[in-house]
């Protein structure tokens, strides 16, 4: 019977001890992956999820940052277009006021100028009736002589003409 005890040269004891070591491996495998592999395993998904949310954030960052450069060049256009179109206004703006301005002028022009020549009839109105006066004066004094001498005609042509070259040819011909 001893040959049947040993098996593959092996004792009872030593297959006994083998059995139980194997038992506490097992336990202490199931007492250590409940006490460590457990965490490791929950971190290592953790950091997994948290990496995944990493690169999920990296995506829509690198989407948002295209739609915003999509943009950013649309509102480029678009400024060029309104500078564009401030600078339109403004020349329109800048044509108005010089053709008001030139209206204004000329306007001011013209009322000077009819200023000017209402001033100038009333210098012709006044020098017309300084000249009425002067003739009438002339005459006066040509009545004066004609009664005081009692002289024919010749002598009253002589009268005018000395009267005319007294006051001046310039009077008359202006």
């Known amino acids: 019977m001893e040959e049947m005890t040993r098996l593959f040269n092996l004792d009872a004891q030593l297959f006994q001890d083998t059995i139980l070591l194997a038992i506490a491996v097992f336990f202490l495998f199931m007492a250590l992956s409940y006490l460590l592999f457990n965490p490791v395993r929950t971190m290592l998904k953790n950091r997994q999820e948290g990496i995944a949310n990493d690169i999920k954030a990296a995506e829509d960052d690198k989407k948002d940052a295209a739609a915003l450069k999509a943009e950013y060049e649309a509102k480029l256009k678009d400024i060029d277009k309104e500078a564009e179109q401030i600078l339109s206004e403004a020349r329109k703006k800048a044509q108005m006021n010089a053709s008001r301005i030139e209206g204004e002028a000329k306007e001011e022009a013209a009322r000077i100028i009819q200023t000017a020549n209402e001033e100038a009839e009333l210098s012709k109105k006044r020098a017309m009736d300084e000249v009425k006066q002067e003739m009438i004066t002339v005459a006066s004094m040509m009545a004066a002589?004609?009664?005081?001498?009692?002289?024919?005609?010749?002598?009253?042509?002589?009268?005018?003409?000395?009267t005319l070259k007294e006051m001046g040819d310039s009077t008359w011909q202006s």
């Open 145 to 162: 002589k004609v009664v005081a001498a009692n002289i024919d005609a010749t002598v009253q042509d002589a009268l005018v003409e000395e």
